[in-house]
């Protein structure tokens, strides 16, 4: 199965800054997904990345906040923008070649 | 919210003894999958059953599903300590291979007591 190699895996941030997560998967796959899991809670798919297109949000999220990129079949990124301590959380990205498989997870505290 | 509901939230077991967990969704479905989260982290897929299957085995594991009553249950069976983790049934939106994104259930925390 594919490997997503997701970073930071943890970071501590200032409330009004932003923090950009990293995911690198070691196949190619066509559409990548970000979630957002807040403390206890389950999964919410925050939005779908495409290669070359701008992303797909779910309802409740928006671009300005949450920008990503795709600029390859093996790669995207998540910023959190001008975060406030409602924002930590887990993030976690996705891709599916048989299944889904998940990176490890970014846990964001704000502070 | 398409969520799926989970019960129970929280299970604790003796070691050894088999866990059940429900999963109910509101949708149709092309299939359910069910992950393992441990402390937080990334989620591991554990094993997917198509609308068409009724029921699956993986090792100890057991799903079924009842797509008339829109629910699936995952049986841990000889459980170790090991299974201690938080358990999720995921549905999918549809579309075809390679762009389905899933809704997840609430979860269920499994603790197994050694």
């Avoid at chain 1, 093996?74 to 301590?85: A, D, E, G, Q, R």
């Avoid at chain 1, 976690?92 to 970014?106: D, H, K, M, P, Y």
Wanted: charged share 20%; with cysteine.
């Amino acid at each position: 199965s594919a490997v997503i190699s997701q970073k930071p895996s943890r970071d501590i941030c200032q409330r009004g800054t932003s923090l950009t997560i990293q995911c690198q998967v070691d196949s190619q796959v066509t559409m990548m997904f970000w979630y957002r899991q807040q403390p206890g809670q389950s999964l919410t798919l925050i939005a779908t990345a495409n290669q070359g297109s701008e992303a797909t949000y779910e309802s409740g999220f928006v671009i300005d906040k949450f920008p990503i990129s795709r600029p390859n079949l093996t790669f995207s990124t998540l910023t959190v923008s001008n975060m406030s301590p409602e924002d930590s959380s887990i993030y976690l990205c996705s891709g599916i070649v048989t299944e889904a498989f998940f990176g490890q997870g970014t846990r964001l505290t704000v502070v | 919210s398409q969520q799926g509901e989970e019960d129970p939230q929280a299970l604790s077991i003796q070691e050894g003894e088999n866990a059940t967990m429900n999963c109910s969704y509101k949708t149709s479905i092309n299939n359910l999958q069910w992950y393992r989260q441990n402390s937080g982290r990334g989620l591991v897929h554990l094993i997917l059953i198509r609308s068409n299957e009724r029921e699956k085995h993986s090792g100890r594991l057991r799903v079924t599903l009842d797509t008339s009553k829109k629910s699936s249950s995952l049986l841990i069976t000889a459980s170790r300590a090991a299974d201690t983790a938080s358990y999720f049934c995921a549905t999918d939106e549809g579309g075809g291979f390679g762009n389905e994104k899933l809704t997840f259930g609430t979860g269920t925390r499994l603790t197994i007591i050694p």
